[in-house]
């Protein structure tokens, strides 16, 4: 392969892999507080189907955006809310989200698009959402890093009880959480949308669950948590390239990075030397 | 800890009546077709039973592996394995199969279960096997497995393994004489519901009264007790081999009772909605009956709504989604001011 094809794999895998970084930042959060939102699938989903919604009625790029970053916090309200004010399972409510967003998606297409299928949104495309991926990220870890928001944050997740006796509203950072990370997911799914100027339904294919394991294999750190995103981007690039090859059996190539990721997972666990530590804390019937 | 999924299942239907009125132009027809529709022909009451038979095996699948103590979230995976290996095995036994006629129909149909169990048992002992020698969780490797394999298998549906003869994204249909018998045709309804049936009651009864179903549960509740007990290590094993084994023969249930051919993407989220019908049951094999119908109802309700009446297939998701968001919640009953724990 000649050098100008490798930095344009490298590129391509920046772009693949930066909306699955954004989402995983966000998802940081949520386990941050302890309780991990396996909804940015559904997030992300809502998010690319209200930005494409948004982007062809308006007309307007930023707006549409805007609208994949607020429909996206909605899902994570909604998971929040569950999970805290009614105390239902953060994981199964994250289920939830996920079934909900294609369903509802599908739903409101046809009611206002009259298709279930495709809306182009050509005003969505060109925008300049890599700039606006890396800011969002940016603020993400600054904010879980270096704000008193972010230590207090892993306070609750770590020692609900003694951030409780120390005054917090546990509940509150929880909610906030699952808020940022809603918001992220959707904005990371009005990009998958303006990249290719439409919202075609699941197009969020699998990355939002690919976002959670790039939590995992990160170590549940913001440098890690990025540098697997964009292995796995790097991944997704590369059997999109291959794809392009004559007779190429897609759906093989749709299911490689799933199953690379499992892989990824099972040796990362083999080769850190701290075992899980059970299934314990998950709530089961 | 059985919770009360009765708020859960109203809130549904609540928002399948709301959705009714605001978006149907005749919302009395859609209303009449959503909710009393799969009620009112023989045809459809036995399509609701026919669809709730693979769904409530998914179910029980789903339970049997929470008891244990494990959440396989790979049953949309193992079910299209199992309606595949199910379809190879009838498809090699038909006329033009390589066993070509060999085996009698009820050989060929058991080999068929068999094979469905058996590779869909092994996709989740891959899971299993994984998480007891490296600790990768089994939540997150039977979804990626799951995904992987079921891409995998669309391809194999849809390419290599696809009838050229047809213009569906399928397999060759199988010989009528190899599918299993139906009660009431043209009613998809088979045998096979009555298979489930004898599978769910045989399971609900191991589970309550055999010592293999109360080491599952004793190990579901707490690991470390059951460890110290003496029980062996291989109860982290074998719950998920039968989780995986029941998605299997749901698939294969899928392909010799309604289908009569594997076709694309067939199995249509039956193993999340197993998840979701174990969770309304409470993992109790004999709830996850009813449980089942209801979300068979859901189903048949909205596609029959959108045939008749205006209103959207899709609606049955929503629904599912509102029951899958309300199932686990146990709110305060009142909050005794912040910050201070019930």
Sequence with gaps: MSLDGLAALLAAGLAAGAPIALAALGGLLTEAAGAL??????????????????AVTTGNAALGLAAGLVAGALVGLLVGYAA?????????????????????????????????GVIPAPALAGAPVFAVMALAAIVIVAAYSLTPFGLRLRAVGERNEAARAAGLNSGAYRLGAHLAAGAAAGLAGA??????????????????????VAIYLGAKRPGGVLLASLAFGLLISLSNAAQAFKDAPAELFLGLPYLVTALALILGKALSARKAAGRGGRWLP | MPRNPLPALLAALGFAAIYAVAA????????????????????????????????????????????SGAFNLGGEGQASLGALAAAVTLGASGSGGFLGGAVPPWVALCLAFAAAALAAALLALASALAERWTGAEVLLTSFLFSQATLLAVDWAVSGPLRDPDSNLLAMRAIDTGLLLPRLAPPAPLSVGAFLAL????????????????????????????SRAQGFGSSIELWPLLLSGALHGLAGALLVAGTAGRAVKGMTGGIGWNGISVALVAGADPLAAIPASLFFAWLDAGARNSSIVA????????????????LVTAAPRRRRSGKGVRA
């Excluded at chain 1, 909804?39 to 809502?46: P, Q, R, T, V, W």
């Excluded at chain 1, 079934?99 to 046809?110: D, F, K, M």
């Design chain 1, 37 to 54: 939102s396996v909804a940015l699938e559904g997030a992300m989903l809502a998010g690319a189907f209200a930005a494409a919604a948004v």
């Design chain 2, 310 to 325: 205006d209103l959207s297939p899709d609606a049955s998701a929503v629904m599912k989604a509102i029951v899958l968001f």
């Design chain 2, 24 to 67: 149907s132009g005749s919302p009395a027809q859609a209303l009449r077709s959503f909710f009393v529709g799969p009620f009112s022909s023989a045809y459809a009451l036995l399509s609701l039973l026919d669809a709730a038979s693979p769904l409530v095996l998914c179910a029980l699948g789903a339970a049997i592996a929470f008891k």
């Design chain 1, 84 to 116: 805290g004010r009614l105390r239902a399972d953060v994981f199964v409510a994250g289920l939830a989200a996920n079934l909900l967003a294609p369903g509802a998606a599908s739903l409101l297409s046809e009611e206002f698009f009259g298709t279930k």
């Design chain 2, 198 to 225: 004898a599978i769910v009651l045989a399971a609900a009864y191991l589970l309550k009264r055999s010592r293999h179903g109360y080491e599952l549960r004793l190990h579901g509740q707490n690991p470390a007790f």
């Design chain 1, 191 to 212: 990009a998958l949308a303006s990249k290719i100027g439409a919202f075609v339904p699941g197009m969020s294919s699998g990355r939002g669950w690919i976002a959670l």
